[in-house]
Every structure is written in C-alpha cells, then in structure tokens.
C-alpha cells in the first residue's frame, strides 16, 4: 500500500510471524513483516529496528524499519502516531536525494516503514573509509543538502541530520532518511529565548528543560538520539542551541545542525568541545566553536559559510538551506574559479541574472569538455587502425575472412555505441540530473577508459593478423568488458586505492589486464602468460591485494584455458585470498565460483566444489549491488549446473540451468541467447535420455555461434563435439565420428597440432571407434590424446591417456604391451596427484594381469579400484569396475566368494543397462559371463 501526502492512512493489519521466545529487536531470517521476508537485521536506532527484506509481490529488496514497543499504551499510540507521520513526511517527498516511503503498516502490534533499500551503507561509513578530498566531501553533502531543502519546501524540518541519517545507493547518491523524527517540547516567545541563554554558565544547565538535565544526569552520550516520546528530539553531538533550550525549531536548525557535521566532516575535529552531554551543551550555547590546526585545502569562502551557519542566533543564519547551498555548490565553486563573483552597485543589480545563467553555462561546458572526449577516443583505439587491421585480415587469403572482418567491425561499432552511452549516462548523472557526486563520475569515466584499452589492444592485434586470430576475431569482438560493470560506484570503490599516486599506478595495471586479457581471447597463450606473471608481480609490489587478485585471476584463467589446471587452482585460490585481503568481495566470489568450476569438473572432487560453492555465496551476501549480485549468481548457476551433471546429479543440474536461463534473459533480454547455458542443459537432458530436447537445443546453439562466432570458432566447434555425444548416446557412432571429426578440425586449425585443447575430442573419437570396433583407427586417436597431454602439467588426463591407450591394445590381445602402458600410468600417479582417473588404471591393469593368467595378483588392485570408486563416479567407469573385480574374483577368490561375482556382475549389468545404447556391446559381453559362470 501507498502513503497519501494529504492524510496519514489507517495502517492495515498485517499477518506477520514471530518465532517463540524471538524478540521484534532480533528477527531470524524468513520471518514475515507484514508481507515482507526478512533476510537480514541491519541495525538499531533511538526510535527502532532496521531490517533488511524481501517483497514477494514486486519482486525487490526493501528496508523495513520496525517501531520499538513503547511501555505504556499512551506511549505506545503516540508512538505509533510519531511513525505514521514519519512515513507519511518523507512519502510526499519525491527527490533523488530523499529516501523512497513504499509501504506503512502494522506488525506485532508495531508500525513499521517499508522504503527503498540503499545498498552503499551510510555517510558515516563513506567517511570512515577515509581519503577524501575537501571537494568530495563537500559535494556529497551538497546534495544531502538538496534532499533537506526539499523537506523544507514541503514544510517539514528534519531535526536530526547526522551522517547515520544520511544512506547512500549503488550509485553512491546520498539519501537523507528519518524525517519527522522530532517535536519541540514547548515553545516559548523570542523573550524567553533570549533570556534562556542570557545566564550565566554556571547557571545554564540548571536551566534547560527538564529532559536535558535529565539526559545529563544519566550521562547520555553525545552521538545517542534522544527519541523518547515526550521528549526533545535529536542528536547531542550535533544539536542547535534552541534545541537544547527547548525552543521552537524551523529550518535553520537543520542548517546549524548540517554545518556542525559538515564543519566536522571537513576538519576531522569535534565542532563543539565536550566529552560529556554537560559540556557540550555548554559549549554549543557559548558559542565555543573548535578552530582546526588545518584548514586542509578547504577555501576560505566555505570556513566563513560555515561559520555563518553555526551562529548561535537562528536569525544571523541563513535564512534558508538553499541560501547556503547556493554558497558551496559546484556552480558556486567553478564561477570563483573563473573570477566571475558579483559585481558591485547598480551594474550588479542590472546584470544579475545574466550573471547567474552566464556562471551555469560556463560550468556545464567545462563539465562537457571532460565527457565530451568520445570522437577523439575512438578514433585512436579504433578508427585511425580499423584500415590497416582489415587489409592485414584479408590478406590472410582465408576464404571466409571478408565475413569475419565484417562480423568484426560491426561488433566493434556496436560496442563502440554501447560504451559511449554508459560514459554519457555517467556524465548526466553528475552534471544534468545532480544525482551522482564528481568523484563517483571520475571512478566511472576511469573504468570505461580502462574498457575502452580492451578495443586497442584488439586493433594493435588485427593490425599484424594471421590465421589464428582471424579464427578467433568475431567471438573477441563481442567479449569485450561490459560497460554496465562501470556503474558501480560500492565496486569502484573496491578497486582502487583513494591516495592519487596509488590509484594511477593500479589504474595502470587493470588497462594492461584488460590488454592481456584480450591476447588470451586471441589464442595469444605463451605470450599472454608471460605477461600475466609480470602483472602478477607489479600488483603484489604496489601492495595492493585488490589488484593483486585481478592480475591472478586473469593467470588462472590462462592456465585453464592452457589445460595446467593444477596451476589455475593454485592461481585461483591466491586471488580470492587477496580479494578476501583487500575487500573486494565480488573478486572473490569469482575465484571461488573458478575454483568450485574447476575441482569439480577437473578433479571431480565435489565435496571441496561444494566448499568453494558456499564461499562463492558468503561472498555474495556482502554485495550491494543487486544488479552485481544477480550477473555473478547466474555465472553461479551456470557453474553448479556443469558440476552437477558431472557427479550425476542431473535433477539438480537441469534446476540450476533453468534458473541460469530465466536469470541471463531477465538481465539481458532474449537478443544474444546464452549459448553456454543452452549447451549445458542440453547435456542434462542427453544424460537423462531426453534426445528429442536435447537434440533442440544444441542445434540452436550451434545457430548461435555460428552467427556470432563464425563456423570455424573453437565455440562453434564445441557445439559440434556436444552433438557428436548426443548422435552416441543413441548408438549413431557414423554421425558421432562425423560431428566430433568436424570439431577436431577447428580445433586442430586453432590451437595446433599437439595442443591439449585437442584432447578431449581425440579421446571421444578414440571410444566412438572402440564401440564400433574399430580398433586400429581407435589406437591412432588414442595415441594422439596422449601426446597432446603427455608433456603437460594435468596428471589426471596423463593417467587417462594411458588407460586408454591400454584399453585399445587389451582389446587387440596384446596384454604385455596394454600391462605396460597401464603400469607407467599407475608409476605417474605415484608421482602426482591423478585421483580422479586412478581407480579406473587400477581395474585396467588387473585385467590385464587377469588375461596374462595372474588373476592373483590383479585380485589385489581390483579390490583397490573397488574401495577407491567414489559415490558419485561415471556410471560407465563404476560398472566396468564392478565388472573387472567379478571376474577376477571368479578365478582368484575361493568358491565362497563367487556368490559375491555374481552380485558384482549383476551390479555392472545394472549400470551398463541404465546406459543405454552407449554400453550395448559391454552389456551383452556381461551378459554372456553371467550366462556361462552360474
């Protein structure tokens, strides 16, 4: 429900959950206010409970602010009424730098306040993070004081204005909050005002109002609300002297009590002297105002408008919140700079308005001349190179390469369009809509410009092309940084160090990270990896870890895209330590979101996936940032549906790609289909035997790709291999062979003759001819996956690659050469860690031992296979396990023990029947051991 800005409305009952023995002051999660779900307690003021929340009918995140229970029902109507006009108060203001009312009601016999959740924490913790100008600080409560001159417009005085009160979003906009808070205690005439401060010293504190003495006496702190009902109201520390004497306030109390927190926020020092309630109110009645040891650059025309607004005398003030905004303004500030300040007599009567239009045009076109750089940019990252890049990529003669060039540029103009409207937006926001302060627009344009390097460092590439960056030009080009990342100002903020000399030395290093990361995208890996390591140790000696984790993040992914994957774990891990280090905690979640992709798929061990999973979404919970939030959630959910599916979890895996779908479509509309996210279910919906769908799916990936990476695309070529195991799943090897033929050949193209990256499809066509029995071309490609990762670093696919090379030669009947081959494999595990391919070595060699008459001693590993098999292994390795430790225990064990063959044999012939088509000859081959051995 909505408040009306003409009457308070009747707060609605709401049915609302409190959890036995839960007080309203300690919400758990799930519990309901109203209709809102708590997520989370956000903190405690004089008048309430703040409450982070969901709203499951608008689908957003809200604040909900929950009244303290009063004692005493008189107390408690009136504080009920207090609330109500509260929301009502700041539900007629429609201001940016104003907080947002949506919702009042009742719960737990309660009023509570539904608003707009401001992610950036408060003015108080900008302020403590530190390193902030004169000039940052001043225009950040700049607009905090827009948001009271339009309470003052409305007619409402907000009485305690203090950095807590004061909220800033994502975008770091200050929103100025609590309004109503307070009423006088009494009014008395300006002769009684005057006489309350006409005493002496020692006699003023007997002469405040009652609650204040009382205050004193109790020892109140200065930065504690004095918000009980009755009573005056507002901050100590920041209170005006007619608060204290209990006198009638209007709206220049609030510019008093603004300059007392600005004057402190400037200076570093306390406005008024005073460790105690008593001394303070002493000091803030006497006038004794601290003068700073150091101005800190703060001009002189802003310390006398301070001065003015801290009078003791509401009427030697300013007269208005706007007047002395009119003073510290950016337009105030840049027509001193300019020298164009007043003019005397009857001139500056005659001129005035010229003069006020004259200082705001000259203001905004200094504040364009800064955004207004876009031609000159583009024209050298791209235009002045895009001639030479084209003819360099057609003279590669490659057939296809006039369409890659014009994928190219039609991507580069797109992104080129994208970018300069985020950089506009970022300057609107500043200089036409004064919703956001200078130094946030200096983080944006910075982070766009260190984007835009992305775009150069692509054009000084295509500039020297070849044929491998022609294959892999039009897929680069759509994936570059998105510009939306830059509107962050909470991760900005993050990133970057506030001393000027260190930021320019880390705004250094994230342009050349994003250079390298663009070499890595061209196939540029030795080269791109050197340089990585160099930013590596650039980062670490500018000592800070926020870059730090960036540089090791952009190593791991090399060395995964290398297939070193132990290297990328120990990069991985190293970067989300230094992210956790230096606060920056959406870097971190990513590195653990990299590290649970990588253990899982790689090293298959799902519970540590499970571990960095639920670090990736601790992380999350420190985010601000919805947007943020949601794009790393669904890379989250693309990740766990990968890991799923390969511990066989596939329920869980089609959830979390749906999920990923609805996320990716919600954040970017249905344009560019997610071609990863499809493929992946496709792949869930092929393991459950959902051809028809799966079939669907990966035919309108490879469309995708195809249009936007070009038909001989490493991501192109993955589609094709995905295909290839569909078309085997059913039992169609020829059309299997065919697809993962095609593959193999883009790949081969593009990474090389010996490139691990050729592996994986080499080991399919090696199985695909297995199944066939084909065993000659089957050895061919099993020994050519074998050299593409015999001098690597991946323990586990060496391990493999020699099973499968002993699994072809076992088959030929040539046990002596398969028992050699699957020993040098076992030797190797010995040596480095290869656990999730070595209970299937260890089953080869036993039946090779088995073959060679020495079922004994194959007996032995057969058992260790059967113990190492974990529960979530590959249904087609748990069978033939099963399978090899049946017969051999048929002719090694003691006839007791045959019983438990036949279980083991019944065991496999059940896997191998859940398979499918794919183990039709090993389930006939099972089937006749059973048949024979009764």
Same mark, same amino acid.
């Given at each position: 429900?909505?408040?009306?800005?003409?009457?308070?409305?009747?707060?609605?009952?709401?049915?609302?959950?409190?959890?036995?023995?839960?007080?309203?002051?300690?919400?758990?999660?799930?519990?309901?206010?109203?209709?809102?779900?708590?997520?989370?307690?956000?903190?405690?003021?004089?008048?309430?409970?703040?409450?982070?929340?969901?709203?499951?009918?608008?689908?957003?995140?809200?604040?909900?602010?929950?009244?303290?229970?009063?004692?005493?029902?008189?107390?408690?109507?009136?504080?009920?009424?207090?609330?109500?006009?509260?929301?009502?108060?700041?539900?007629?203001?429609?201001?940016?730098?104003?907080?947002?009312?949506?919702?009042?009601?009742?719960?737990?016999?309660?009023?509570?306040?539904?608003?707009?959740?401001?992610?950036?924490?408060?003015?108080?913790?900008?302020?403590?993070?530190?390193?902030?100008?004169?000039?940052?600080?001043?225009?950040?409560?700049?607009?905090?004081?827009?948001?009271?001159?339009?309470?003052?417009?409305?007619?409402?005085?907000?009485?305690?204005?203090?950095?807590?009160?004061?909220?800033?979003?994502?975008?770091?906009?200050?929103?100025?909050?609590?309004?109503?808070?307070?009423?006088?205690?009494?009014?008395?005439?300006?002769?009684?005002?005057?006489?309350?401060?006409?005493?002496?010293?020692?006699?003023?504190?007997?002469?405040?109002?009652?609650?204040?003495?009382?205050?004193?006496?109790?020892?109140?702190?200065?930065?504690?609300?004095?918000?009980?009902?009755?009573?005056?109201?507002?901050?100590?520390?920041?209170?005006?002297?007619?608060?204290?004497?209990?006198?009638?306030?209007?709206?220049?109390?609030?510019?008093?009590?603004?300059?007392?927190?600005?004057?402190?926020?400037?200076?570093?020092?306390?406005?008024?002297?005073?460790?105690?309630?008593?001394?303070?109110?002493?000091?803030?009645?006497?006038?004794?105002?601290?003068?700073?040891?150091?101005?800190?650059?703060?001009?002189?025309?802003?310390?006398?408008?301070?001065?003015?607004?801290?009078?003791?005398?509401?009427?030697?003030?300013?007269?208005?919140?706007?007047?002395?905004?009119?003073?510290?303004?950016?337009?105030?500030?840049?027509?001193?700079?300019?020298?164009?300040?007043?003019?005397?007599?009857?001139?500056?009567?005659?001129?005035?308005?010229?003069?006020?239009?004259?200082?705001?045009?000259?203001?905004?076109?200094?504040?364009?001349?800064?955004?207004?750089?876009?031609?000159?940019?583009?024209?050298?990252?791209?235009?002045?190179?895009?001639?030479?890049?084209?003819?360099?990529?057609?003279?590669?003669?490659?057939?296809?390469?006039?369409?890659?060039?014009?994928?190219?540029?039609?991507?580069?103009?797109?992104?080129?369009?994208?970018?300069?409207?985020?950089?506009?937006?970022?300057?609107?926001?500043?200089?036409?809509?004064?919703?956001?302060?200078?130094?946030?627009?200096?983080?944006?344009?910075?982070?766009?410009?260190?984007?835009?390097?992305?775009?150069?460092?692509?054009?000084?590439?295509?500039?020297?092309?070849?044929?491998?960056?022609?294959?892999?030009?039009?897929?680069?080009?759509?994936?570059?940084?998105?510009?939306?990342?830059?509107?962050?100002?909470?991760?900005?903020?993050?990133?970057?160090?506030?001393?000027?000399?260190?930021?320019?030395?880390?705004?250094?290093?994230?342009?050349?990270?994003?250079?390298?990361?663009?070499?890595?995208?061209?196939?540029?890996?030795?080269?791109?990896?050197?340089?990585?390591?160099?930013?590596?140790?650039?980062?670490?000696?500018?000592?800070?870890?926020?870059?730090?984790?960036?540089?090791?993040?952009?190593?791991?992914?090399?060395?995964?895209?290398?297939?070193?994957?132990?290297?990328?774990?120990?990069?991985?891990?190293?970067? /989300?330590? $230094?992210?956790?280090?230096? %606060?920056?905690?959406? !870097? +971190?979640?990513?590195? *653990?979101? #990299?590290?649970?992709?990588?253990?899982?798929?790689?090293?298959?061990?799902?519970?540590?996936?499970?571990?960095?999973?639920?670090?990736?979404?601790?992380?999350?919970?420190?985010?601000?940032?919805?947007?943020?939030?949601?794009?790393?959630?669904?890379?989250?959910?693309?990740?766990?549906?990968?890991?799923?599916?390969?511990?066989?979890?596939?329920?869980?895996?089609?959830?979390?790609?749906?999920?990923?779908?609805?996320?990716?479509?919600?954040?970017?509309?249905?344009?560019?289909?997610?071609?990863?996210?499809?493929?992946?279910?496709?792949?869930?919906?092929?393991?459950?035997?959902?051809?028809?769908?799966?079939?669907?799916?990966?035919?309108?990936?490879?469309?995708?790709?195809?249009?936007?990476?070009?038909?001989?695309?490493?991501?192109? /070529?993955? $589609?094709?291999?995905?295909? %290839?195991?569909?078309? !085997? +799943?059913?039992?169609? *090897?020829? #059309?299997?062979?065919?697809?993962?033929?095609?593959?193999?050949?883009?790949?081969?193209?593009?990474?090389?003759?010996?490139?691990?990256?050729?592996?994986?499809?080499?080991?399919?066509?090696?199985?695909?001819?297995?199944?066939?029995?084909?065993?000659?071309?089957?050895?061919?490609?099993?020994?050519?996956?074998?050299?593409?990762?015999?001098?690597?670093?991946?323990?586990?696919?060496?391990?493999?690659?020699?099973?499968?090379?002993?699994?072809?030669?076992?088959?030929?009947?040539?046990?002596?050469?398969?028992?050699?081959?699957?020993?040098?494999?076992?030797?190797?595990?010995?040596?480095?860690?290869?656990?999730?391919?070595?209970?299937?070595?260890?089953?080869?060699?036993?039946?090779?031992?088995?073959?060679?008459?020495?079922?004994?001693? /194959?007996?032995?590993?057969?058992?260790?296979?059967?113990?190492?098999?974990?529960?979530?292994?590959?249904? #087609?390795?748990?069978?033939?396990?099963?399978?090899?430790?049946?017969?051999?225990?048929?002719?090694?064990?003691?006839?007791?023990?045959?019983?438990?063959?036949?279980?083991?044999?019944?065991?496999?012939?059940?896997?191998?029947?859940?398979?499918?088509?794919?183990?039709?000859?090993?389930?006939?081959?099972?089937?006749?051991?059973?048949?024979?051995?009764?």
């Amino acid at each position: 429900m909505s408040t009306s800005a003409s009457a308070p409305p009747a707060p609605p009952v709401a049915t609302s959950t409190l959890p036995i023995g839960t007080s309203t002051n300690e919400l758990p999660k799930g519990a309901t206010i109203g209709r809102y779900l708590v997520v989370k307690r956000l903190g405690a003021g004089g008048m309430g409970v703040v409450y982070a929340a969901y709203d499951p009918e608008l689908n957003r995140k809200v604040a909900i602010k929950l009244l303290h229970a009063a004692s005493g029902r008189a107390a408690d109507s009136e504080g009920r009424v207090r609330l109500q006009r509260e929301a009502q108060a700041m539900a007629r203001l429609s201001h940016p730098n104003v907080i947002a009312v949506y919702d009042v009601g009742t719960a737990f016999e309660q009023v509570f306040v539904a608003m707009e959740f401001a992610e950036g924490g408060t003015l108080t913790d900008w302020l403590e993070r530190g390193g902030h100008g004169w000039e940052a600080i001043l225009e950040m409560f700049y607009q905090a004081g827009c948001g009271l001159q339009a309470a003052h417009a409305a007619g409402l005085v907000h009485r305690d204005f203090k950095p807590d009160n004061c909220l800033l979003g994502s975008d770091m906009r200050p929103r100025v909050v609590d309004f109503g808070l307070a009423r006088e205690f009494k009014q008395e005439s300006a002769s009684q005002a005057k006489a309350a401060g006409a005493g002496k010293s020692g006699d003023r504190l007997a002469e405040l109002p009652a609650e204040i003495r009382q205050a004193i006496a109790n020892s109140q702190t200065l930065s504690s609300p004095m918000t009980q009902a009755g009573a005056i109201m507002g901050t100590p520390r920041y209170m005006a002297p007619e608060q204290f004497n209990g006198q009638t306030t209007d709206a220049r109390t609030d510019v008093f009590t603004f300059c007392v927190v600005l004057y402190e926020s400037l200076y570093g020092i306390q406005a008024f002297p005073g460790n105690s309630l008593g001394e303070l109110a002493l000091s803030v009645l006497e006038g004794k105002l601290q003068q700073p040891s150091d101005r800190k650059g703060v001009p002189s025309f802003i310390h006398k408008a301070l001065l003015r607004g801290l009078s003791l005398d509401p009427a030697a003030r300013f007269p208005s919140m706007q007047a002395l905004l009119d003073i510290i303004s950016p337009e105030a500030r840049r027509k001193r700079r300019l020298g164009i300040y007043g003019v005397i007599g009857g001139i500056g009567l005659l001129l005035a308005a010229t003069r006020v239009v004259s200082a705001q045009q000259l203001y905004l076109a200094n504040a364009n001349r800064s955004c207004a750089r876009s031609d000159a940019l583009f024209d050298k990252v791209w235009g002045s190179v895009k001639a030479q890049a084209a003819q360099a990529m057609l003279a590669t003669k490659v057939p296809y390469a006039k369409d890659v060039w014009v994928r190219v540029d039609n991507n580069v103009d797109k992104y080129l369009k994208e970018w300069e409207q985020a950089r506009q937006d970022a300057c609107d926001a500043t200089f036409a809509k004064r919703k956001q302060p200078r130094v946030h627009l200096n983080l944006r344009l910075s982070c766009l410009e260190n984007q835009l390097q992305e775009v150069a460092a692509f054009a000084e590439l295509l500039r020297s092309a070849d044929e491998e960056i022609l294959d892999r030009a039009a897929d680069a080009s759509s994936d570059f940084s998105l510009p939306s990342v830059c509107e962050d100002a909470i991760v900005l903020n993050s990133q970057v160090p506030e001393e000027p000399q260190a930021r320019k030395r880390v705004e250094n290093l994230y342009r050349e990270i994003g250079a390298v990361r663009v070499m890595t995208r061209m196939g540029r890996f030795s080269q791109a990896r050197e340089r990585a390591q160099g930013l590596v140790k650039q980062a670490e000696g500018a000592s800070y870890p926020p870059a730090t984790s960036r540089a090791l993040a952009l190593l791991g992914n090399i060395d995964a895209n290398a297939a070193d994957f132990p290297s990328a774990e120990r990069s991985f891990f190293s970067a /989300a330590v $230094a992210a956790i280090e230096g %606060g920056d905690h959406r !870097a +971190a979640a990513h590195a *653990y979101m #990299e590290l649970m992709r990588l253990v899982g798929r790689q090293f298959q061990q799902y519970e540590l996936a499970d571990r960095y999973h639920r670090l990736a979404l601790a992380e999350f919970s420190h985010l601000r940032s919805g947007r943020i939030r949601d794009q790393l959630e669904g890379n989250l959910l693309y990740y766990a549906c990968q890991v799923d599916t390969a511990r066989g979890e596939l329920a869980r895996a089609e959830k979390a790609c749906q999920q990923g779908l609805k996320m990716h479509e919600r954040l970017y509309g249905t344009e560019r289909p997610p071609h990863w996210l499809l493929s992946s279910l496709a792949n869930v919906y092929r393991r459950q035997g959902r051809y028809d769908e799966a079939f669907t799916l990966l035919r309108q990936t490879l469309n995708v790709l195809e249009k936007s990476s070009g038909p001989e695309h490493p991501r192109t /070529a993955s $589609a094709l291999a995905s295909l %290839g195991n569909l078309f !085997a +799943a059913q039992g169609k *090897y020829p #059309e299997a062979v065919d697809y993962t033929q095609r593959a193999l050949a883009i790949y081969r193209k593009t990474f090389g003759e010996n490139s691990p990256r050729l592996y994986e499809s080499q080991t399919l066509l090696a199985r695909w001819a297995i199944k066939q029995g084909q065993l000659e071309p089957a050895l061919a490609f099993a020994r050519q996956a074998f050299e593409a990762v015999r001098s690597g670093k991946d323990a586990a696919r060496q391990a493999e690659s020699h099973r499968l090379v002993g699994e072809v030669l076992y088959r030929q009947g040539r046990y002596d050469d398969a028992r050699t081959m699957h020993q040098a494999g076992l030797d190797l595990c010995d040596k480095k860690r290869c656990d999730p391919s070595l209970p299937a070595l260890l089953a080869a060699t036993a039946d090779d031992l088995r073959e060679l008459g020495r079922a004994k001693e /194959a007996l032995p590993l057969a058992e260790q296979a059967e113990r190492l098999l974990p529960s979530t292994a590959d249904r #087609e390795v748990a069978a033939n396990i099963h399978f090899t430790l049946a017969r051999t225990l048929w002719l090694a064990g003691k006839k007791p023990e045959r019983a438990r063959a036949r279980s083991l044999a019944e065991q496999a012939r059940k896997g191998y029947r859940d398979i499918g088509k794919l183990a039709k000859s090993e389930l006939s081959e099972v089937d006749a051991w059973l048949a024979k051995n009764r």
